[in-house]
């Protein structure tokens, strides 16, 4: 990964550089972490960043339970992963150490700050003996620096005081990294005095900290010379840095926008969803109303009666959220409203691994509803693409006027990657016209509104929304008539509706674009992938391509219904092996769909594939082949 | 797309097409009879009125209401028409829910539409029975009530709905019956005249489950002695001659006394408009059982701001100190910067 491709004075050229920053959960690791990315995006990296950090808002300190990680991956090349193994791992204390000193590569680089190194830390991090001094650091390069003196040393002109001075060592951290791999210091330094403008000793102290960090790496020995990751060969335009739930919260955002419709969002807190509550309160300003509801029924519910009212009704999840919000999405579907569920799924059951990524709600998108209540899947594979995702997923939802699922997950959420702005102008208008006129005429001549009276192409009901006069009309969760919408509870009627409502949904797929087969056509394996594992196959297939061998790929974003050329494809292949954050969901779903011989390829470590797992399978199937 | 100006309505206007199917004897024939004399009268229009509910007996209303209806699902009632009122405050919004409905399965709901004072007005049809699903005991039901799921009797003290909206913060709390048309629609006019979440019980009669539960109270021959028509301003006084009263003690105590023995100026004023909730609190709690003395009619009127006018006012706010939103600069907001060929 660190290969040397030019060398120039003391600047030595690497091509990319996986760096891990670990401390105690109070340590500010995240924020330094999103820091030095800001830092590398603007310098014009690709990059791909994997926040990890405890459930606990504050674990015991100093315990290994209590660190909390950022990796972040730079490059001067095209990448979609945050990287297999860190090479360089800054362990802000002996617990950081201990939890991720084996994701290290081999002869990678550990940056100690050893003031903490004492015997209370290493005993709260059940050190039995010392980890510099036993050979546990053994074959990588070891660069220790007293973070802790250093940055109290350098605040204490200004006042501060050695306890307040602490919380300043992060910024000690960045700077050193920053010298270290050449990153431009200004837009750090205007963000310092951005963020803390409020409180003037805090602000100077953590650009003291920074600039005694940054000074530190230039005069010591030590780091003798410093790498610079060159600017990536990206497509040329306008960038910015992005997460999946901001993407997916202004996805949102442009999708009422260009539906023009107003946006009502209901949701309560729950990681790793949140940060869409919050990304979309801030934006009252395009009419986005967001209610923090008392439940999560509450706020499914009053998503599907902003909707009713004519309204783009969203409501936002995670984990048991999501079980609590079924049953108003199956109003939803009695209701034949448009609704978007977002669901970002984190690790379960129950409260499961909050703070942790996995990708198994398929099943509960796919079937967990009471009664036969199909609807559409939209499932985002980047965090840039949670913003296509998300206006696809309203687009479906106000066109078949149904309950939409789409599906993020805890990695996408928080990682992010540089993003080519779209030209806004580009993005489709996904409007829909209201029923304004009756639409069916009596045998009297005297007309009526009939909401379930359906197009007959996409079989949508109408849409006619409460302040309209003369299409006043009653719907609710009770079998309907076809047609008129009214009660009814005949055998043969309730039939046809449960057979109307799944055709509508099957109809979607004829929207799609034809599905596309990346990599070898006519290789003996396809990877079939859903989701963040997007990052991993891509990686792993170019991989494997470069080494001569062929294989082939196939991403979906539709999830439900499944493409219509879809089962043809697959069947095209010798072996499909399907990569999931899961126990094979939808694996068994195109097994049971198409009778094609697929292998779930499953990882439930609440992390995200490595490239190398995924490049390992399709070995393995290749040589089952053979 | 609102239609503001009112044309004139009639009762008819306001019936839909479809089939009452609640037992004949129903006391929520009165309540709906009620609700569509009361309509015409409130100067609003069908298209701009929306009824929701959640599921029970109840529940069936906006099916014969001309207007819009969401028949939702059980308790949500409060939460999807939340959503409508938050959407749409240009609409009048009504909640339809019984007692189970609204204190058993949507308590939470209940509480926190309250709480918001959300521009509904929820009439909650209290039977202190399950009648849908055929007899069980309900929130609202008497300790020791023997039901289908209690053979030997009901070990759950009961809610008392008015103090439970009380204590949500409701901003209007009102009581009526469903054998007084003239009462329930003096009673729904002010609710719906409110502005904020209004909160109406009304005592009905399950005839088929739990008949006669309020005939103690609401029968024409009890009404006089047992039955008390609050009214704002005037002396807490009932009874055949209005010879009873109602007195607040110096424990703060309410207490039923004879208005001779104590002298008009001693009886309590009825105050609806007092802030401190207190007084509706002891009002709401003057009867424990369905068979002494009960003050009807509206607790508690007072203003508050209500939930839409309030996220319309932020919306108003956000767009007049940031302009209106532009997609093109939004997706800019965190800072970008540009690739060029030569890189």
Redesign the interface.
Known sequence: MTDIVDRTGETEQIDSIVIRFAGDSGDGMQLTGDRFTSASAVFGNDLSTLPDYPAEIRAPAGTVNGVSSFQVHISDHDITTPGDAPTVLIAMNPAALKADLGRLSPGGTVILNIDTFDERNLEKAEYTSNPLEDGTLTGFKVIEVPMTSLTKDAAAPLGVKPRDADRSKNFFALGLVSFMYSRPIEATLDWIDERFAKNDLVRQSNRAAFMAGYHYGETTEEFGHRYIVKPAHLPPGEYTNITGNVALAWGLVAAAHLAKLPLTLGSYPITPASDILHELSKHKNFGVRTVQAEDEIAAAALAVGASFAGHLGITTTSGPGVALKSEATSLAVSLEVPFLLVDIQRGGPSTGLPTKTEAADLNIAMFGRHGEAPLPIVASYSPAHCFFAAIEAARIALKYRTPVILLSDGYLANGSEPWKLPDVDTLPDISVPFATEHNHVNADGSTEFWPYLRDPDTLARPWAIPGTPGMMHRVGGIEKQDGTGNINYSPANHEKMVHLRAAKVARIADDYAPTAVHGDADADVCVLGWGSTWAAIDAAVQRTRRRGQKVAWVHLMHLNPLPNDLGTILQGFRKVIVPELNLGQLCRIVRAEYLVDATAVTKVQGMPFTALEIEDAIERAQEELS | ???TSVRLTTKKDWA?D?EVRWCPGCGDYGILQAVQFLMPELGV??????F?SG?GCSSRF??Y?????????HG?AP??????A???P??DVWVITGDGDALSIGG??F??ALRRNVNLTILMFNNRIYGLTKGQYSPTSEVGKVTKSTPMGSIDPPFNPLAVALGAEASFVARTHDLDRKHMIETFRAAHDHRGASFVEIFQNCNVFNDGAFDEVTGREHRPANLIDLKHGEPIRFGPDRERGVVMGSDGQLRIVDVAEVGEDAILVHDAHRVDPSLAFALARLSTDDHSPTPFGVFRSVERPDYGTE?GA??A???A?????D??S???S????????Q?
Do not use: F
Not at chain 2, 334 to 341: A, D, L, R
């Open positions: 797309m609102t239609d839909s479809q229009a069908p298209e701009n009125t929306v929701v599921i906006p099916y209401m001309n207007t819009y209806g969401v028949h939702g699902i949500r939460a999807i028409a939340t959503g409508v938050v959407a749409r240009d609409l939470n709901h509480i926190h996220v932020q919306l706010g956000a767009a100190k940031k302009g209106p939103g997609l093109s939004l997706l800019r965190n800072g970008t910067w540009q690739v060029t060929e890189m």
